[in-house]
């Protein structure tokens, strides 16, 4: 199993500025994966963020606005740059742990809001 | 494309009864389907995970099917208590331990009342 801390758990953020969101996790893990959620709807996936080197990302994200980091096997930060009210959304943080590649475990969250 | 739709969107049931969620999909190829709840404001947790030979799965009081050839999953709550309410989100993999083969439901928003 894999127990994931994100953070901040909530915040309210001004339109125009950034946040990073931190993604802890207490054993290494294969993979690391960024989600969306916004209000009402399905989890989107942004990314895949790969060790020591750039995040892969979908289609519709880009690095420019969703600056990623994952320095080593158990920690990652994606970041939303120049926050509009679009960007209001829950982001998760998702792994797959080393030995468990069938299993996929979900953070509890950062629920942004931009004002 | 890839799809997963669930109903009913939404549910109300009174404490003590069952309900049936439903999950309908046209991912392919199809490596496995799993059930997650999610309360409020917070992360999804895995309830189930079937493969393609698996045509049922229990966890406590979830029980989940799965019809590859239909192509339709349900999730049954038996007995359910107010901390079943949450959103029940069917999730479809088309390549084994590959997020961005994921398709996930919309969810279904399950409130559980006295």
């Known amino acids: 199993s894999a127990v994931i801390s994100q953070k901040p758990s909530r915040d309210i953020c001004q339109r125009g500025t950034s946040l990073t969101i931190q993604c802890q996790v207490d054993s290494q893990v294969t993979m690391m994966f960024w989600y969306r959620q916004q209000p009402g709807q399905s989890l989107t996936l942004i990314a895949t963020a790969n060790q020591g080197s750039e995040a892969t990302y979908e289609s519709g994200f880009v690095i420019d606005k969703f600056p990623i980091s994952r320095p080593n096997l158990t920690f990652s930060t994606l970041t939303v740059s120049n926050m509009s009210p679009e960007d209001s959304s829950i982001y998760l943080c998702?792994?797959?742990?080393?030995?468990?590649?069938?299993?996929?475990?979900f953070g509890e969250g950062s629920w942004l809001t931009v004002v | 494309k890839n799809q997963v739709e669930q109903s009913p969107q939404s549910l109300i049931i009174l404490e003590g009864k069952n309900c049936t969620l439903q999950?309908?999909?046209?991912?392919?190829?199809?490596?496995?389907l799993r059930w997650y709840k999610q309360d409020t404001g917070r992360g999804p947790v895995s309830l189930t995970i079937m493969t393609f030979s698996e045509n049922t799965k229990s966890n406590g009081r979830y029980t989940a099917t799965l019809d590859a050839d239909t192509k339709q999953s349900s999730l049954h709550i038996t007995a359910s208590q107010l901390s079943d309410s949450a959103s029940y989100i069917c999730v479809v993999s088309g390549n084994t331990g590959t997020a961005s083969k994921l398709t996930f439901g919309t969810g279904t928003r399950l409130q559980v009342t006295l």
């Open positions: 999950c309908n999909y046209t991912v392919s190829p199809f490596s496995n």
């Open positions: 998702s792994v797959v742990p080393t030995g468990e590649e069938n299993t996929i475990y």
